[in-house]
């Protein structure tokens, strides 16, 4: 703690003071362009490796990165409310489901009860990606890590198409979603192709 209390006021006298009318701007509200839903480990830091500043994403996080279907009943509440405020209030329109490597939560949907003992909550919440279970074993492929992880960024662009909202801008190509993959060993994001179904590497842009 005494690492974030040092923190906090560095924060302050450092970067707060040359950002200042920035963060005067934002107290007056938010104007995201970017609803960027990704895992809550604790090696993801979006703004960091989108080179983005604060109040340009409007970020959801979660174990896995995980997206309940509409019409799940139980946890999910929050995952709904954020998806519905990104793109009714706050008009988003570009929607980015980023998943990483060596994702404890992939890990876990292949665990035994016993893992589960003390996590009840952890095992419900994952019972959402286990359809990557199937979808996996279909493959047939050898890196079931890498593949689980992969397999479930499009999963959940698929369980967010269930969404009304979403679904009806979809439908007129009124609102965008992207599928990433951030390999943090070597700071590389790939996107999915949706004709090939699989993530190629995000090159530089061209000037």
Same mark, same amino acid.
């Given at each position: 703690? %005494?690492?974030?209390?040092?923190?906090?006021?560095? =924060?302050?006298?450092?970067?707060?003071?040359?950002?200042?009318?920035?963060?005067?701007?934002?107290?007056? &509200? #938010?104007?995201?362009?970017?609803?960027?839903?990704?895992?809550?480990?604790?090696?993801?830091?979006?703004?960091?490796?989108?080179?983005?500043?604060? &109040?340009?994403?409007?970020?959801?996080?979660?174990?896995?990165?995980?997206?309940?279907?509409?019409?799940?009943?139980?946890?999910?509440?929050?995952?709904?409310? /954020?998806?519905?405020?990104?793109?009714?209030?706050?008009?988003? +329109?570009?929607?980015?489901?980023?998943?990483?490597?060596?994702?404890?939560?992939?890990? /876990?949907? *292949? /665990?035994?009860?016993?893992?589960?003992?003390?996590?009840?909550?952890?095992?419900? $919440?994952? !019972?959402?990606?286990?359809?990557?279970?199937?979808?996996?074993?279909?493959?047939?492929?050898?890196?079931? !890590?890498?593949?689980? @992880? !992969? #397999?479930?960024?499009?999963? !959940?662009? %698929?369980?967010?198409?269930?969404?009304?909202?979403?679904? @009806?801008? =979809?439908?007129? @190509?009124?609102? +965008?979603?992207? &599928? $990433? *993959? *951030?390999?943090? &060993?070597?700071?590389?994001? *790939?996107?999915?192709? +949706? @004709?090939?179904?699989?993530?190629?590497?995000?090159?530089?842009?061209?000037?």
């Amino acid at each position: 703690m %005494k690492k974030l209390y040092k923190g906090i006021h560095k =924060f302050s006298e450092s970067y707060y003071k040359k950002k200042k009318k920035l963060f005067e701007k934002l107290e007056k &509200g #938010q104007n995201p362009t970017v609803l960027f839903i990704t895992c809550s480990d604790s090696r993801i830091d979006p703004n960091l490796v989108t080179n983005s500043k604060p &109040g340009e994403l409007f970020i959801l996080r979660n174990v896995g990165n995980i997206i309940p279907p509409f019409d799940a009943v139980s946890d999910k509440n929050s995952i709904a409310a /954020a998806v519905e405020f990104a793109i009714e209030s706050l008009k988003i +329109r570009d929607i980015i489901v980023c998943g990483h490597s060596n994702c404890g939560a992939m890990k /876990a949907i *292949y /665990a035994n009860d016993d893992f589960f003992e003390k996590m009840p909550h952890l095992k419900n $919440w994952l !019972q959402f990606a286990s359809p990557l279970k199937d979808i996996i074993n279909n493959l047939g492929k050898d890196d079931i !890590q890498r593949n689980t @992880e !992969q #397999q479930n960024i499009i999963l !959940q662009l %698929k369980n967010l198409i269930t969404y009304p909202s979403v679904a @009806e801008l =979809f439908e007129k @190509e009124e609102i +965008r979603l992207y &599928g $990433w *993959y *951030y390999e943090i &060993g070597t700071g590389k994001i *790939y996107e999915l192709d +949706r @004709e090939s179904g699989k993530f190629k590497l995000i090159e530089p842009l061209l000037p």
